[in-house]
């Protein structure tokens, strides 16, 4: 049976406006879920379906803490998972916000299922990665995800130069991200050691009520009033 990779609302969205409704109809028939945190997957699974028989449900929890445990062990925290897929049981992969396995955690038991021969579905969602590629205005046929960037402000700089001489010299362009708190200390970092014809987009809350997409040159954008993100979430891209 499949491994169905299931997309989950960025923020406060409403799931009609991102979510497709064949999502909840496959959803409904599957009682084993990959989950990134289990309270969040529950209050998500019960918001697809008032009526989901949340009791039922076995849930296998990825992430660090999961990886730990079972690395004490000596095995896989995702063992289990497969088994269930293996003896003909669906099994969902939760993430906390946007889709499963693209910069969040997942891609490891999507891994094991396919080495395994296993059958993988990804189901139709929001990505805040392509969302944010898309409404940039920067090149969306060369570009790389980088994650997050070092938090020692010399080491953060030195990076940033590199993703900028790539982005310039590959026409390549670079998205980032950074822990909502420290939006406002990255931002001013970029305008300090960006050059000023570099392009830079700041994708924030994208679908949700405090969406913000915004496009210019660090030379435009030292002149720009910039909203509090600090408590939203934010992709950067530069090119």
Not at 44 to 52: E, I, K
Not at 59 to 83: L, T, W
Not at 111 to 134: D, E, F, K, W, Y
């Amino acid at each position: 049976m499949p491994l169905y990779l299931i997309p989950v609302t960025l923020g406060d969205t409403p799931q009609e406006q991102v979510l497709p409704p064949h999502n909840a109809e496959t959803v409904r028939n599957i009682r084993h879920f990959v989950v990134e945190e289990i309270r969040t997957a529950r209050r998500f699974l019960r918001s697809m379906d008032r009526a989901f028989p949340i009791d039922e449900c076995t849930f296998y929890e990825m992430g660090k803490h999961a990886a730990d445990h079972n690395a004490r062990k000596n095995q896989s925290p995702y063992d289990k998972a497969i088994e269930t897929l293996a003896s003909g049981a669906d099994v969902g992969v939760i993430s906390e916000a946007g889709c499963p396995a693209v910069a969040d955690p997942g891609a490891d038991v999507v891994l094991m299922a396919q080495r395994r021969g296993l059958q993988v579905i990804p189901l139709a969602g929001p990505s805040s990665m392509t969302m944010a590629l898309m409404a940039s205005g920067l090149s969306g046929q060369n570009y790389a995800f980088n994650g997050y960037l070092p938090i020692d402000e010399a080491d953060r700089a030195k990076r940033l130069k590199a993703l900028e001489s790539r982005a310039h010299n590959e026409h390549q362009t670079q998205l980032f991200i950074e822990t909502p708190f420290r939006n406002r200390k990255m931002t001013e970092t970029l305008l300090r050691v960006l050059r000023p014809a570099t392009r830079m987009c700041i994708a924030a809350g994208i679908t949700t009520r405090d969406e913000w997409i915004k496009t210019h040159t660090i030379a435009e954008w030292r002149k720009i009033q910039i909203p509090d993100l600090s408590k939203i979430p934010a992709i950067f891209l530069i090119g």
